[in-house]
Nanobody, 115 residues
Framework: VQLQASGGGLVQAGGSLRLSCRVT????????MRWYRQARGNEREFVAL???????DHVDSVKGRFAISRDNARRTVYLQMSSLKPEDTAVYYC??????????WGQGTQVTVSS
């Protein structure tokens, strides 16, 4: 199983970015996916999840600004981020919480929001 994340970059406060994470090696439509982030000096924190059947949840700090989605045909999970704030600056990781008895992580993509 491999997770390949992309889409990070530098954006001004108030701007938008869309992160993508393509998954290979699993039966993608059957399992949940999550996004986490880790700011420098902080612990990794949960951002959003989407179940195999499309139910979603987001951490309170991003509700109304971020939206997780998935395209099972493309084996890809997305994180649409809008109204970005400097405190959203972090490395963002996609996560497959459970498949074949273990958890998987993508390599991380840097998001930097300038004020």
């Amino acid at each position: 199983v491999q997770l390949q994340a992309s889409g990070g970059g530098l954006v001004q406060a108030g701007g938008s970015l869309r992160l993508s994470c393509r998954v290979t090696g699993s039966r993608f439509s059957l399992h949940a996916m999550r996004w986490y982030r880790q700011a420098r000096g902080n612990e990794r924190e949960f951002v959003a999840l989407i179940s195999g059947d499309g139910r979603t949840d987001h951490v309170d700090s991003v509700k109304g600004r971020f939206a997780i989605s998935r395209d099972n045909a493309r084996r890809t999970v997305y994180l649409q981020m809008s109204s970005l704030k400097p405190e959203d600056t972090a490395v963002y990781y996609c996560n497959l919480p459970f498949w074949g008895g273990r958890e998987y992580w993508g390599q991380g993509t840097q998001v930097t929001v300038s004020s």
